[in-house]
């Protein structure tokens, strides 16, 4: 190749890659982000999910009981007479 055509070859490059900044300016697609490699298409609208106060409120709900079962799990797992049995079994 010679100098000439890799100065085109960068140009026509460095200009697609303008264009590109300026569509996604004027129509929001995304195209750029697409191209380096995030996973959403450019073409697709993106859906803003919002919760009602009564879903916000159940998964509050369910995060207070999951925590009170990690804490139960969390004191016989650390209870000596569990750490007892599991020695015995392991010696069986």
């Excluded at 859906?47 to 207070?64: A, G, H, N, P, R």
Aim: aromatic residues 8%; glycine residues 2%; hydrophobic residues 45%.
């Amino acid at each position: 190749m010679t100098n000439l055509e890799i100065i085109l070859l960068i140009s026509v490059v460095f200009s697609l890659y303008i264009f590109g900044l300026y569509i996604d300016k004027q129509f929001n697609l995304n195209i750029i982000d697409w191209l380096n490699g995030n996973s959403e298409t450019p073409f697709a609208k993106q859906k803003e999910t919002q919760l009602t106060s009564s879903e916000e409120e159940q998964k509050i709900v369910e995060i207070t009981a999951l925590k009170a079962r990690i804490e139960v799990l969390e004191k016989i797992v650390t209870e000596p007479a569990f750490e007892l049995n599991q020695k015995i079994n392991a010696l069986k």
